[in-house]
């Protein structure tokens, strides 16, 4: 800013445009208590690229007001950039917070829903104060946004509270610069708000009285209720009554999948689940997600995470969960409303439609939700938080890629077929989705085209470039082909690493180990153990990969690992294939049957996964035959690894070797898969044995990066893919590779699994489209 001259008397004058997360945060009424402070005069406005601050006073004044809004602005906002330019004195002889504006080539950070803040928390618990009780609370440092906002500039008229009008002592609120709900787009009482109410199976009302201490009671009886949450409907019942849980897993139709649980506090969760600092910290923190924990093996919760040794932990993130929290009489399953791998429902008349044969009451709202929501993931690994599904609290604020500048090309990258999310990739910013599930129905892709279209609409984005997966049947990439003649197919796992370096923001050459269940691969096979070496402005040259083995029966193998075990055996090991089909008590004409498939290579695909060699392990060491979710066999073969490993046995890493004689270099499993056989026929207990497979893929993995290091002089490994997912696989494999002095790159802002492709198809395309 220039000094208009020494006399400090001189009013001066100045344009400040700040961006980013700056709308619905509280923003212009910091900034109007910040200028009312330093008697300053003009005004600020929310436009469709941010927030204006027109400001004149004396000239210390004035200078010094962009230091103090960078240090003291909104817990909940994100600064991304601030512009500041001189202009001449107006004469302003007030401040004030000025209209809206809009503009066709504008546009602007959107918020997340965030948590309810300590004093709305406090109010809703004071039977004294106006909003006691009342399940839609909230002010400008928490509450609803982006599932409520249908157009920005983020002002109530463009958000589904337009049909609200607010009583006098809510509007007083929201025009006193001095009040925390000044401005608070969601502004509400019991007098003019929404209304929550309890419904029968049908949906008819019932006359309750409170409708949560109705639902508590209910649950407590065992009951099963579906509420309606902030991006959607949601499923609970008491997680401690064994036959509740079982009922909605069998109404549900999800006989295994681990169910989440909600308990009011983290002492409540503490009895459950051991919990550390950063647990603890991530568990409290304003984006709520559910944190994965470690299960006290006295924890006393049947039915609700079987075979597993984790569980996932939320504590209240909404008003309405707070009070049915409090009321409940203990821990409680909450999960997503829907029947299995359907979309989660967004309105009322959906949930009754489709919840009805769930859930045995309702408590619905009249609050309507733009764009549904699930509850976000996450765990903490050596120390530092992993997200495993981005939604909720983290979608859609923007990640930062370094090398794209505001003059590219826009980008669209539509993402992988399961646990999609789609990318927006504009200047700098990339607009990363809410988890949008599996692509395999009519109803999710039509949920998540229209997601899309908000996005595009919100961020004004018109891409110029769709990107997609090289799979040409994944329903994203018949997506891409409509909006595209020529979309830009991205190879999968090239995606993962590019996803874990535009995470990073790291541009310099990395080893990159890309380990998951299936992509499609440059040769036509399924790949998904694959080590690369490049960078993002470079081609990522395939260095190595798991040796190919074939996948009987395809896609059908992913739900019975026993295909995938006798495949493997076959190829390693044929003259015990036989021998591994009793071990896993397959009938005798089954596996013949199978050998038969194998001999002529009929729909046997060759893959190179190493999620395909859990499932084959998981099938051999524990019997696991056929699974009813994704990463079943993995996930219950790492819970038994890692309680025999924490017993403080001495264990053996199962051996692979690397065959470096031909390009690219090829690692095989053959000697671990020889041991297992063997030590089961022996007797050895499965837990050493999934304990040395784990050591054995980790050793493997830094033997690789290790050569790959010394024949490139490369000296950082981006480790990226589902099998990354496996905390105790990651924390091994960080740790040794550190150990070998390589530096290690690991998500930060999206998940390791499929979440982050559409972020690495994005940038790819981004530099493949550079001349």
């Known amino acids: 800013m220039t000094r208009q001259g020494k006399n400090t008397a001189a009013p001066v004058r100045c344009i400040i445009t700040v961006s980013g997360v700056v709308q619905g945060v509280g923003f212009r009424p910091f900034i109007h208590r910040l200028a009312v402070e330093r008697g300053l005069c003009g005004t600020v406005r929310n436009t469709s690229s941010g927030v204006v601050v027109d400001i004149e006073g004396l000239a210390p004044a004035v200078e010094g007001l962009p230091a103090a809004i960078r240090e003291g602005a909104p817990p909940n906002s994100r600064i991304t ?3 500041i330019i001189p202009a001449a004195p107006a004469g302003y002889t007030h401040f004030a917070i000025g209209d809206s504006e809009t503009s066709a080539d504008g ?3 959107v918020s997340p829903d965030s948590c309810t803040c300590s004093e709305c928390l406090h109010e809703l618990f004071d039977a004294a104060d106006r909003r006691y009780r009342y399940p839609f609370v909230n002010c400008t440092n928490c509450g609803p946004r982006f599932t409520i906002i249908e157009d920005l500039p983020y002002d109530r008229p463009l958000t589904t509270m337009r049909r609200f009008e607010m009583c006098p002592d809510c509007q007083q609120e929201y025009e006193n610069p001095a009040d925390r709900r000044f401005h608070a787009e969601p502004n509400a009482c019991p007098a003019c708000g929404p209304r929550l109410w309890f419904a029968g199976e049908r949906g008819a009302e019932l006359d309750v009285g409170d409708p949560v201490e109705a639902a508590a009671c209910r649950l407590g009886s065992g009951a099963i209720i579906a509420l309606k949450g902030l991006g959607g ?24 999948k681990p169910f989440a649980v909600m308990v009011r506090d983290v002492d409540a969760a503490a009895r459950i689940c051991l919990i550390n600092d950063a647990e603890r910290q991530l568990l409290e923190s304003a984006e709520r997600p559910i944190v994965l924990l470690q299960l006290r093996a006295a924890a006393a919760l049947p039915g609700v995470a079987p075979g597993l040794d984790q569980l996932g932990i939320m504590l209240p993130c909404a008003p309405l969960h707070f009070l049915l929290a409090d009321a409940a009489a203990g821990p409680l399953v909450m999960t997503s409303g829907n ?6 429902c967004r309105t009322n008349s959906e949930a009754l439609s489709s919840l009805s044969g769930i859930a ?3 408590l619905l709202h009249d609050r309507k939700i733009v764009s549904t929501y699930d509850d976000s993931v996450a765990m903490v690994a050596a120390g530092q938080p992993l997200l495993i599904r981005r939604a909720r609290g983290f979608a859609p604020l923007p990640i930062r890629i370094g090398p794209v500048e505001d003059g590219d090309a826009a980008i669209l990258a539509t993402g992988a077929q399961l646990k999609n999310t789609f990318c927006l990739l504009r200047g700098g910013d990339a607009f990363v989705s809410q988890h949008m599930g599996d692509l395999e129905d009519a109803e999710t892709l039509l949920h ?3 997601t899309i279209e908000l996005y595009e609409k919100l961020f004004d984005v018109r891409p110029k470039l769709i990107a997609a997966d090289l799979h040409p049947e994944y329903l994203a990439s018949a997506y891409a082909r409509e909006r595209s003649r020529q979309p830009v197919p991205i190879q999968h796992h090239r995606a993962h690493i590019a996803a874990c370096l535009a995470d990073n923001q790291f541009s310099r050459t990395v080893i990159g180990v890309s380990f998951d269940g299936t992509g499609l691969g440059d040769d036509g096979a399924v790949w998904g153990g694959e080590f690369f070496l490049g960078n993002l402005s470079g081609d990522l040259v395939r260095t190595a990969h798991l040796a190919y083995v074939p996948l009987p029966g395809g896609d059908v193998a992913v739900k019975e690992p026993w295909r995938t075990a006798l495949g493997a055996v076959w190829q390693h090991l044929p003259e015990r294939f036989d021998q591994a089909a009793r071990l896993m008590d397959i009938p005798a004409e089954r596996s013949a049957a199978l050998g038969r498939q194998l001999n002529a290579q009929l729909n046997c695909p060759p893959t190179s996964s190493c999620g395909r060699l859990f499932d084959a392990m998981a099938a051999l060491i524990l019997g696991i035959t056929a699974v009813t979710y994704e990463a079943q066999a993995a996930m219950e073969l790492e819970s038994v690894a890692r309680a025999y490993l924490t017993s403080g046995v001495v264990v053996e890493p199962l051996s692979f070797y690397l065959d470096v004689d031909r390009t690219p270099w090829t690692l095989s499993p053959a000697a671990a898969v020889a041991s297992v056989l063997e030590g089961v026929q022996r007797g050895v207990p ?5 304990a040395g497979f784990h050591l054995g893929v980790c050793q493997s993995i830094v033997q690789t990066c290790g050569t790959i290091a010394e024949a490139s002089g490369v000296g950082t490994v981006a480790l990226s893919g589902g099998v990354f997912q496996n905390r105790l696989l990651l924390e091994l494999v960080s740790s040794c590779l550190r150990d070998q002095g390589l530096d290690v790159l690991r998500h930060r802002q999206v998940p390791p699994n499929d979440g982050s492709i559409s972020l690495g198809q994005a940038v790819l395309a981004h530099f493949l489209s550079k001349p």
């Open 360 to 362: 045995d009451y309702f």
């Open 81 to 83: 950039s601030l512009e």
């Open 448 to 450: 998540y085209e229209r």
């Open 107 to 109: 546009w602007q950070h």
């Open 233 to 256: 409907f949601q499923l609970s019942c008491q997680a401690e009554d064994a036959q509740a849980v079982a009922r909605l897993r069998q109404r549900k139709r999800r006989p295994h």
């Open 686 to 690: 499965a837990g050493a044995l999934a």
């Open 339 to 344: 029947l299995s791998e359907e979309p989660i």
